[in-house]
């Protein structure tokens, strides 16, 4: 399956975001992370924001949505044409009718876990599935450290998923270092925040993944 980047804009500059979104434009999918001070401990930002993304950027969106009952807003979040939505496992209460939804809407539907959160429903739902994203932090905040134990989940997952076309998304503490590792274990799909925003020169940061993944 095509490896691919997801540059997470909450580590970007908000001051200067078109600026910023010009520094990722070589990057694959750009990450949109909507927190609602309920699901996670921290708000981020909601549709206004990604209009304006959407408006600057030509890069397709991936919106993680880290929201209680994300039913309410698929409509909502839909009408911006993303590539993907995700929705949190733990978030709703009958996640093969999300996840159908989520399609019916022409959207890649995609479903993720916080780190205790067991692989075992997943595989009830894989036909429903496009994506699967392993956190490798508690959602919440960007910057923070990866959690080493998310390799064996990643691992596990990869098994799970097996040949069906499902990519396997990691977030949280993602970094240029650690990237061979989350490769090796079968991760397809990867997130980064700090690494990528926080370096001196993004795109060349972004290059340095890729170089990084092709070696791994
Ligand atoms: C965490 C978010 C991540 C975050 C990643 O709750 O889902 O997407 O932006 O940030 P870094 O890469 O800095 O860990
Ligand atoms: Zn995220």
Avoid: W
Wanted: glycine share 8%.
């Amino acid at each position: 399956m095509t490896i691919r980047i997801s540059p997470s804009i909450l580590a970007a500059d908000f001051t200067h975001l078109r600026g910023e979104l010009d520094k990722v434009q070589t990057a694959d999918l750009l990450h949109i992370d909507v927190m609602d001070g309920s699901y996670v401990p921290n708000i981020s930002f909601g549709l206004p924001v990604i209009q304006a993304v959407k408006r600057s950027s030509k890069v397709p969106l991936d919106i993680h949505l880290m929201i209680e009952k994300p039913d309410r807003f698929l409509e909502d979040f839909a009408a911006q044409k993303p590539e993907i939505i995700t929705v949190h496992y733990e978030a709703v209460t009958h996640l093969q009718r999300t996840l159908g939804r989520i399609r019916e809407l022409g959207v890649k539907a995609g479903v993720s876990l916080n780190p205790h959160t067991p692989l075992d429903g997943l595989r009830y739902v894989l036909d429903d599935l496009d994506l699967i994203l392993i956190m490798t932090v508690n959602p919440g905040f960007g910057g923070q450290s990866f959690i080493p134990a998310m390799v064996e989940k990643i691992r596990d997952c990869r098994a799970l998923i097996g040949a069906a076309p499902i990519e396997l998304q990691v977030d949280g503490g993602v970094n240029v270092e650690n990237l061979p590792m989350l490769l090796e274990a079968g991760a397809t799909n990867f997130v980064a925040g700090s690494a990528i925003f926080g370096a001196a020169d993004p795109a060349a940061y972004i290059r340095k993944m890729r170089e990084s993944l092709r070696q791994g």
